[in-house]
């Protein structure tokens, strides 16, 4: 996968939600994807990725 027209690098985490997104974490932070577009949530590591039974990331 590629963000921002570069791949993604050493992801520790990656999770589909129960909406079909997926999440991924790592050094480039944390993204979602949604089938059409990733969007950045911080571009601090993130090591793990849960979602709560309320759908929270």
């Not at 909406?19 to 944390?30: E, P, S």
């Amino acid at each position: 996968m590629k963000h921002e027209g570069k791949p993604f690098k050493n992801v520790r985490s990656i999770i589909a939600d129960k909406n079909g997104n997926i999440w991924l974490g790592g050094n480039d932070g944390l993204w979602s994807y949604d089938g059409i577009t990733f969007t950045n949530y911080t571009r601090q590591f993130v090591g793990y990725i849960y979602e709560d039974k309320n759908g929270n990331i």
